[in-house]
């Protein structure tokens, strides 16, 4: 018997779905509804066994663990820096799109940190950062600003401007082409129009160029927000959170909870709030954008 044409296109459909489905049910769904489920229970890793305990986890994330506080407040530190930066960003990626001579050098070296493995990066600054023999303070000395030599990693209240610094040198790069991209898909009659006219180029900048690549800010900006809940890495790998809990991020503290304290319970219970802070500044950020415009 020959099989009809809209039972072959329901196979065919069925057969290119089930893989991806599949998929996504076995590491995107499954492992979500498995995180809430443990979120709320005292799960400590090891044991066959766990008590459901409500929302007692919730409740000591927000009011029982300072280290939280602590963490958040970090975190905010580099989104700030990073959102203070687009701007700076932004300029960077207009002079670069001017065409100069050695465009695609300079292009190519802003993009570079971003490639260079999270490991490497963090190795590589926790010696230029070394308080004895370090290079940056043996710089400072040799420059006769030896009063500014500091210990970069080991003073709780410079480590995270240090991190913060390599987070800006590693990701800005990114910014910067993905910016580069976005202006140079504006028609360029805009700008013939604009010379005619005679403006200038903050002119130019403030009335083609930004609004031209207003879908580019808005994905860096979720980019900014997504990096900044997350960082983990260069935290982690250069001073471990520390001094104390100086320099500890969210992620960072989750994953403490998780491997050191041995409270998975907690520590699914702070995974969901970061997805929840992801996506509640996420749509906040969008609908604030939108609203201007």
Known sequence: MTTSYKTQ???????????????????????TFKLLQLS????????????????????????????VWIALKNNFLYFFIHLIMIPVE?????????????????????????IINGVAVAYMFSFLYSPVGGPVNSLLEHLGLGFFALNWLGDPNIVNYSLVSV???????????LFISGIISIPPEYYEAADIDGANS??????IT?????????????????????????????????????????????IDTAFKFDQYG????????????????????????????
């Open 167 to 177: 987070s800006l040198w590693r990701f800005s790069g990114l910014h910067v082409i």
């Open 266 to 293: 907690m520590a699914s219970a702070m995974a969901v709030v970061l997805m929840l802070l992801i996506c509640i500044v996420s749509l906040t950020q969008d609908r604030l954008t939108k609203l201007r415009g």
């Open 90 to 114: 932004i300029i960077l990626a207009a002079i670069l799109c001017k065409g100069y001579r050695g465009f695609k050098f300079f292009k190519s070296i802003t993009f570079m940190p971003y």
């Open 40 to 67: 709320i229970t005292d799960w400590d890793g090891i044991g066959k066994t766990f008590q459901y305990i409500g929302l007692k986890n919730y409740w000591n994330v927000f009011f029982k663990s300072p280290e």
């Open 210 to 254: 930004i609004p031209g690549i207003k879908r580019v800010v808005q994905m860096v900006l979720f980019l900014n927000v997504r990096g900044a809940l997350q960082v983990f890495d260069i935290p982690f790998l250069i001073t471990n959170g520390g001094p104390g809990f100086a320099s500890s991020t969210f992620t960072t503290y989750t």
């Open 202 to 207: 903050i002119q130019k900048l403030k009335s």
């Open 9 to 31: 296109k329901k196979l065919l459909i069925f057969t290119f779905l089930f893989i991806p489905v599949t998929l996504l049910l076995m590491f995107l769904i499954y492992p």
